[in-house]
Nanobody, 121 residues
Framework: QVQLVESGGGSVQGGGSLRLSCAAS????????MGWYRQAPGKQREMVAA???????NYADSVKGRFTISRADAKNTVDLQMNSLNPEDTAVYYC???????????????WGPGTQVTVSS
C-alpha cells in the first residue's frame, strides 16, 4: 500500500519561512507528477505547486516568486520551500503524487493526510 507522509508544517509569523516535505513509500514503480495543494477554512482545495517527472514546474499565481517546489526521485520525495509567508497562506497543505505501483499498468492519484500551516500577522 502506497503511503504519503508529510512533515514540516507549523506556525510562523508573517514574512517567515517553512519547508514542507513529503515522502512516498510502498510499492512505488514510477512517479509522474508530484505537487502540493492547500485548503483554507471555507474555501475549495487549490493547487499550490506541481512538478512533473521532466522537471516542469507550475505555481499558483499567489505563490509565484515566494514558493519553490523540488523533487528527489531517488528518495520519492517532494519538498515545498515557502518564503515570505503571509496570513493568506494559512491552510492545510496536502501532498499529491500521481504514480505507478509495481504490477499495475495505470497511474493512480495519492494524497497525504495534510499538514497545517498557520501564518500570523
Amino acid at each position: 500500500q502506497v503511503q504519503l507522509v508529510e512533515s514540516g508544517g507549523g506556525s510562523v509569523q508573517g514574512g517567515g519561512s517553512l519547508r514542507l516535505s513529503c515522502a512516498a513509500s510502498g510499492p512505488v514503480f514510477r512517479i509522474d507528477v508530484m505537487g502540493w495543494y492547500r485548503q483554507a477554512p471555507g474555501k475549495q482545495r487549490e493547487m499550490v505547486a506541481a512538478i512533473t517527472s521532466g522537471g516542469t514546474r507550475n505555481y499558483a499565481d499567489s505563490v509565484k516568486g515566494r514558493f519553490t517546489i523540488s523533487r528527489a526521485d531517488a528518495k520519492n520525495t517532494v519538498d515545498l520551500q515557502m518564503n515570505s509567508l503571509n496570513p493568506e497562506d494559512t491552510a492545510v497543505y496536502y501532498c499529491y503524487v500521481k504514480l505507478w505501483t509495481i504490477g499495475i499498468i495505470w497511474a493512480k492519484d495519492y494524497w497525504g493526510p495534510g499538514t497545517q500551516v498557520t501564518v500570523s500577522s
